[in-house]
């Protein structure tokens, strides 16, 4: 059993790779075989589609990042820290993982399975979600009434995030979406948040 689940990580990681170094490149299970050195037919063995190879890495995706939104709110309970940490975990992740940014945007996912935008769509609409919940909480805890609707304040930040990660893809991975993320930081902290 371990030998197939290292053989499906190593496929999975494979995908990442040449998501990463083939941008605008259509993938095909064929290029992907001849990737990882195994045939298509042993690619099915691991995976019935490749619409389940992209899953597999949406499954990650959402595994990190919002196991680690709930350490977050957890750990942390002041809600500007929260959302900090917050937008900065996600920055940092797609700046690690550029190949599976390209399914984040959906540039990676034309051609391919309905579902799959639907499945990335609700990785966002958690972390606004968990989001939208520190802002509430604020409220209740910290006895501080936003400016800004607590929905709105967190569509907005996810706003900023969502650019981030645009920009990162659309420069072919060298404009870093943590690039300048304290200062900018500093800035929706003290005229949003404060």
Known sequence: MAAKQNRKQEILAALA???ETSPGQRITTARLAAEVGVS?????RHFPSKAKMFE???DFTEDAILSR??????????????????????????????GI????TGDALLGEHERLRGRVLGI????????KQALRERRLRE???????EGMLANLIMAYADGK??????????????????EQWQTIAHQLLS
């Open 165 to 182: 990660i645009t920009q990162f893809v659309r420069s072919e991975f060298r404009r870093l979406p943590t690039e300048h993320f304290d």
């Open 101 to 104: 940014t390209r399914i984040l």
């Open 124 to 131: 966002f609409e958690k972390i606004e979600a968990n989001l």
């Open 56 to 58: 597999g890495l949406i």
């Open 17 to 19: 790779t040449m998501l």
């Open 143 to 149: 006895q501080v009434q936003g400016r800004l609707d």
């Open 69 to 98: 939104v709930n350490q977050i709110l957890e750990n942390e309970k002041d809600t500007v820290t929260r959302c900090e940490l917050i937008v900065r975990l996600v920055l940092t992740f797609v700046e690690r993982n550029p």
């Open 40 to 44: 298509e037919a042993a690619l099915y």
